[in-house]
């Protein structure tokens, strides 16, 4: 199973007629998952930098296309309550992170 680890979701990363399947994880349940291995999809140096931070592991600044199929796993750190400002490298107050796998039904 490919997992991918990215910051956004787009409707470009699905064949359709597809049925996507969101739950929403835990930081310990992706950084167990990523552990393996996995692909970056994060678009932003100072993103991966925080994600990293949050997950406990390095993750690289990546900008790739995705395409998820059936044994594809991805994971969305999903950026809330504002924008990460230029340079940031941990969360500012009032931001969250909260993690989303997204897979193909």
Known sequence: ????????????????????????VSAEVVAKALSSGFVSAVG?????TVIGSLLGIEVAMNRVSVSLTADT??????VTGGRLPE???????GVTIKFIRATIA
């Open 1 to 24: 199973m490919m997992k991918i680890l990215a910051n956004a979701f787009s409707l470009q990363m699905v064949a359709c007629p597809a049925t996507v399947r969101f739950e929403e």
């Open 44 to 48: 932003h140096a100072d993103t991966a």
């Open 73 to 78: 796993e991805l994971y969305v750190a999903q």
């Open 87 to 93: 340079g940031c490298v941990t969360l500012p107050e």
